[in-house]
């Protein structure tokens, strides 16, 4: 394909995926034209052109600059084409209803390559359909690996004379040095504060977002934050929105920001059963289970918002007060991650039960992935993954081929060891899928991952789970009767 035609084909793109606007076309071909280095009087031909051909023109770009810049050259371009702020925002407010504006912005993001549809369409994705908890498992390609330590090591860093703060700040958008030239945002006013909502680039599940305060101040799992929660929902009642936890080990990898994360999927938790209903004292409009789950969750659901959040409000300082010693559950390391949604003209909120507390024998943290699995997962536990879905490190698409060479060459083991010395880590998969504890390598894979759930639970030391819970809810119906 010559490169104008190339042009052309971006422009019309433009005009049908990008808002481009007809009496605009000689005005972004001088744009193009300049940042690639090319002159020649260009002739606006109608083309018949697909969402999928962005792909196609990215490539053909690329092969015609062929140098390290193309891909900031292209971002440039694209972003270029993209309406202002300003224009997305005035359009989004045009729509009739809240799920039309959120389609009309997600399919944006899309369609300026801000949501890499490409890249997300290679990951990995493994569903479990033997157990009850029916997880999926994926492995992201994109996604980097992050050590709890450096996760750690954000909170308290000085960042007043960096610009912008962190990668969530507002400031990001249309910046060049974090190269987010073609983010999006749309503001919201969550609990009367100042909220705004983007999108994951490298989505974990459908219609991906991220809702991120106006100020850069550290994440809190919070009276103020759960009414940010419920307000979202009963704004978009077709997503669900949760806060990770505010800690290290049991919380998300940008804890310096606060932040939530929601999108368009029903997660496994959310279709697990009910254990049984509980009592929760002086809420007679809010009905609480316990959730059939490997870690410990609650589910309330009520019709009146303001009664959700003051049950869950009172429960999460109850919980904030709990010690138990023989169970090594410390007060000072507890928190949560609660999760909101508007489902069968009710509020739900999911309640899971977090700790970060560490010691000698678990540095790590008591509540963390056990050592012999962080082959699999060495990073904490965050929302997503503790409703079921995990996102695995992109290092295992290249590893598990390592395994599965192995497993069909076992008797040349000693010889594939010596060659590759990291499968010495997987060994816990190896001898259970040659003992016939599993069939394959995704059935271990769901396995592990089940484990890894039940490895997070804060109740995982009782020798008795339901009775230790029960004895849990029944001091806080004394310290609330």
């Given at each position: 394909?010559?490169?104008?035609?190339?042009?052309?084909?971006?422009?019309?793109?433009?005009?049908?995926?990008?808002?481009?606007?007809?009496?605009?076309?000689?005005?972004?071909?001088?744009?193009?034209?300049?940042?690639?280095?090319?002159?020649?009087?260009?002739?606006?031909?109608?083309?018949?052109?697909k969402?999928?051909?962005?792909?196609?023109?990215?490539?053909?770009?690329?092969?015609?600059?062929?140098?390290?810049?193309?891909?900031?050259?292209?971002?440039?371009?694209?972003?270029?084409?993209?309406?202002?702020?300003?224009?997305?925002?005035?359009?989004?407010?045009?729509?009739?209803?809240?799920?039309?504006?959120?389609?009309?912005?997600?399919?944006?993001?899309i369609?300026?390559?801000?949501?890499?549809k490409?890249?997300?369409?290679?990951?990995?994705?493994?569903?479990?359909?033997?157990?009850k908890?029916?997880?999926?498992?994926?492995?992201?390609?994109?996604?980097?690996?992050?050590?709890?330590?450096?996760?750690?090591?954000?909170?308290?860093?000085?960042?007043?004379?960096?610009?912008?703060k962190?990668a969530?700040?507002?400031?990001?958008?249309?910046?060049?040095?974090?190269?987010?030239?073609?983010?999006?945002?749309?503001?919201?006013?969550?609990?009367?504060?100042?909220?705004?909502?983007?999108?994951?680039?490298?989505?974990?599940?459908?219609?991906?977002?991220?809702?991120?305060?106006?100020?850069?101040?550290?994440?809190?799992?919070?009276?103020?934050?759960?009414?940010?929660?419920?307000?979202?929902?009963?704004?978009?009642?077709?997503?669900?929105?949760?806060?990770?936890?505010?800690?290290?080990?049991?919380?998300?990898?940008?804890?310096?920001?606060?932040?939530?994360?929601?999108?368009?999927?029903?997660?496994?938790?959310?279709?697990?059963?009910?254990?049984?209903?509980?009592?929760?004292?002086?809420?007679?409009?809010?009905?609480?289970?316990?959730?059939?789950?490997?870690?410990?969750?609650?589910?309330?659901?009520?019709?009146?918002k303001?009664?959700?959040?003051?049950?869950?409000?009172?429960?999460?300082?109850?919980?904030?007060?709990?010690?138990?010693?023989?169970?090594?559950?410390?007060?000072?390391?507890?928190?949560?991650?609660?999760?909101?949604?508007?489902?069968?003209?009710?509020?739900?909120?999911?309640?899971?039960?977090?700790?970060?507390?560490?010691?000698?024998?678990?540095?790590?943290?008591?509540?963390?992935?056990?050592?012999?699995?962080?082959?699999?997962?060495?990073?904490?536990?965050?929302?997503?993954?503790?409703?079921?879905?995990?996102?695995?490190?992109?290092?295992l698409?290249?590893?598990?081929?390592?395994v599965?060479?192995?497993l069909?060459?076992?008797?040349?083991?000693?010889?594939?060891?010596?060659?590759?010395?990291?499968?010495?880590?997987?060994?816990?998969?190896?001898?259970?899928?040659?003992?016939?504890?599993?069939?394959?390598?995704?059935?271990?894979?769901?396995?592990?991952?089940?484990?890894?759930?039940?490895?997070?639970?804060?109740?995982?030391?009782?020798?008795?789970?339901?009775?230790?819970?029960?004895?849990?809810?029944?001091?806080?119906?004394?310290?609330?009767?």
């Open positions: 394909m010559d490169i104008l035609d190339n042009v052309n084909l971006l422009i019309n793109y433009a005009l049908n995926y990008l808002d481009l606007d007809k009496d605009d076309i000689i005005y972004a071909y001088n744009f193009i034209i300049h940042k690639i280095g090319i002159s020649g009087e260009y002739k606006y031909r109608k083309v018949h052109v969402q999928n051909d962005l792909y196609k023109i990215i490539f053909t770009f690329k092969q015609f600059l062929n140098n390290g810049t193309s891909d900031d050259t292209i971002n440039e371009i694209l972003s270029f084409l993209t309406p202002k702020p300003s224009q997305i925002i005035n359009k989004y407010h045009s729509f009739n209803n809240k799920e039309d504006a959120f389609n009309y912005f997600y399919n944006l993001q369609n300026n390559n801000y949501i890499k490409e890249e997300i369409a290679k990951n990995i994705i493994i569903k479990d359909k033997k157990s908890y029916k997880i999926i498992v994926t492995i992201n390609l994109s996604k980097p690996e992050k050590d709890n330590k450096e996760i750690a090591k954000l909170i308290n860093n000085n960042q007043d004379i960096i610009y912008p962190c969530l700040c507002i400031e990001n958008v249309n910046n060049f040095k974090n190269k987010k030239l073609d983010l999006r945002i749309i503001p919201l006013k969550l609990n009367k504060q100042d909220w705004f909502l983007q999108f994951s680039p490298y989505s974990y599940f459908y219609q991906h977002c991220i809702v991120i305060k106006n100020n850069h101040e550290p994440m809190a799992v919070c009276l103020d934050n759960i009414k940010a929660l419920f307000d979202f929902a009963s704004q978009y009642k077709f997503l669900f929105i949760g806060s990770n936890a505010d800690k290290p080990i049991v919380g998300g990898s940008i804890l310096n920001h606060e932040h939530f994360q929601g999108g368009n999927m029903i997660m496994p938790l959310m279709n697990a059963k009910t254990k049984r209903e509980v009592l929760i004292n002086n809420f007679n409009n809010v009905k609480t289970y316990l959730m059939d789950w490997p870690c410990t969750t609650f589910k309330f659901v009520s019709k009146n303001k009664d959700i959040i003051n049950a869950i409000d009172n429960f999460l300082n109850y919980y904030k007060s709990y010690n138990n010693k023989e169970i090594n559950i410390d007060c000072n390391y507890s928190t949560a991650t609660i999760i909101a949604r508007y489902f069968n003209d009710k509020y739900e909120g999911y309640f899971i039960l977090r700790n970060a507390k560490t010691n000698n024998e678990y540095p790590n943290g008591l509540f963390h992935v056990r050592d012999n699995l962080q082959f699999i997962k060495k990073e904490g536990i965050g929302l997503i993954e503790a409703m079921g879905l995990f996102i695995l490190p992109p290092r698409k290249r590893q598990l081929k390592d599965d060479y192995l069909k060459n076992y008797a040349k083991k000693d010889e594939i060891y010596a060659k590759l010395p990291y499968l010495s880590e997987f060994l816990p998969m190896v001898n259970a899928i040659n003992n016939k504890e599993v069939k394959s390598i995704n059935d271990y894979l769901i396995k592990a991952c089940i484990e890894i759930l039940f490895d997070i639970d804060i109740f995982k030391f009782a020798n008795n789970k339901d009775k230790t819970i029960d004895e849990f809810l029944s001091l806080y119906n004394k310290k609330e009767g």
